[in-house]
DNA sequence: TTTTATTTTCAATAAATATTGAAAGTTTAA
DNA sequence: TTAAACTTTCAATATTTATTGAAAATAAAA
């Protein structure tokens, strides 16, 4: 099984592009691969295709499987793993989101709150818990947003489209 | 000049947040300092109040002018260079918002156009091609919603957060 | 000019992250 | 059971990214 060259363009490019917003190349690459795969692949095929080490590929593919961008799934009369990407852009897209959401603005409001209960309303201290406060709020926004789109279908998406523009 | 513990621990914690957002740990660093100080500082505040060398200090300082997130302010009758933060929050947001926007949409777009002129509409890419169009209209869709943000104001946003929810 | 203060650059080094590959673990079949 | 097929783990290693600090460059003052 082996990639035409355009393919391997499509996965390289999704590696470096995958690269520059702070996620693992090889992660991206392989979810690539899947994605442009009509069926799901094992170890060893992702191994070949991508030349990378068993290592590697088990511990991206069951990275993008915690992401919920990946399934695995049994082929009967096999024994090995496959895995197949989610094909549909909507929910890949609600996905990452979600994943994004928890792991990068829960854990700002987090802070946020610590951060201001025990911050002591100063003067020292006037600047810092104007931020605070700012960021908070807008953080919390976002959040919101961001919660929003996770629970919300393609036609929401659009009408909100409209409105905004 | 000194930092008291919690104004050390906003600081730090900006470090931390900022490097799981993909932005270097110092530049997120000097950012906080900058936020939550009332006046511009030099390159030495910082470097003292950071405990970073100078040429650190000075590249992050220059990144942060460059995102559009920090002003380099002069002093009459010192020859030093300040840096001071712009404090808006909405300011700062559609300003991370267009910095990002440029580096991390943009190239995808770029990207997607370039791969789907370049491959053959055939069998073996119809998958591929399948994943490009979806991609691309989404990547296209998701640019517009930024550039329009970094376009508007406060009192759009919270219109549009209104009809949203 | 020349000196002094300050900023900038960048090669060397350190720190953080990603990858390998072989050993250990697990599951199914003989 | 035991063996074979496959997956998982993780210490060692490689790669990438960030930081230092001193030398070079720049700008202001003497």
Same mark, same amino acid.
């Given at each position: 099984?082996k990639?035409?060259e355009q393919?391997?363009k499509?996965v390289?490019?999704w590696?470096? /592009?995958?690269?520059?917003w702070? $996620?693992? =190349?090889? %992660?991206a690459? @392989?979810? !690539?691969l #899947? /994605?442009?795969?009509d *069926?799901?692949?094992?170890t060893?095929?992702? %191994?070949?295709?991508?030349?990378?080490?068993?290592g590697n590929?088990?511990?991206?593919?069951?990275?993008?499987?915690?992401w919920? /961008? @990946?399934?695995?799934?049994?082929?009967?009369?096999d024994?090995?793993d496959?895995?197949?990407? *989610?094909k549909? $852009?909507? @929910?890949i !897209?609600r996905?990452?989101t979600? %994943?994004?959401r928890q792991r990068? $603005?829960e854990?700002i409001?987090?802070? #946020? @709150?610590? /951060?201001?209960?025990?911050t002591?309303?100063d003067?020292?201290? =006037?600047?810092m818990l *104007?931020?605070?406060d700012? &960021?908070?709020?807008?953080?919390?926004? $976002?959040?919101?947003?961001?919660?929003k789109?996770? =629970?919300?279908d393609?036609n929401w998406?659009?009408?909100v489209?409209? =409105? &905004? %523009?």
């Amino acid at each position: 099984m082996k990639l035409t060259e355009q393919q391997q363009k499509f996965v390289q490019t999704w590696g470096s /592009l995958g690269n520059n917003w702070g $996620i693992n =190349k090889t %992660m991206a690459q @392989v979810h !690539a691969l #899947l /994605l442009i795969s009509d *069926k799901a692949l094992s170890t060893e095929d992702m %191994m070949e295709m991508l030349q990378i080490s068993r290592g590697n590929a088990n511990m991206n593919a069951r990275a993008l499987v915690e992401w919920g /961008l @990946v399934n695995k799934e049994m082929v009967p009369g096999d024994r090995r793993d496959f895995y197949g990407a *989610k094909k549909d $852009i909507w @929910v890949i !897209a609600r996905q990452i989101t979600k %994943m994004r959401r928890q792991r990068e $603005i829960e854990p700002i409001i987090s802070a #946020l @709150v610590e /951060l201001k209960s025990e911050t002591p309303n100063d003067q020292q201290h =006037k600047e810092m818990l *104007k931020r605070v406060d700012d &960021m908070q709020d807008f953080t919390i926004k $976002i959040n919101k947003i961001f919660e929003k789109f996770e =629970k919300s279908d393609e036609n929401w998406f659009y009408k909100v489209l409209l =409105k &905004m %523009m």
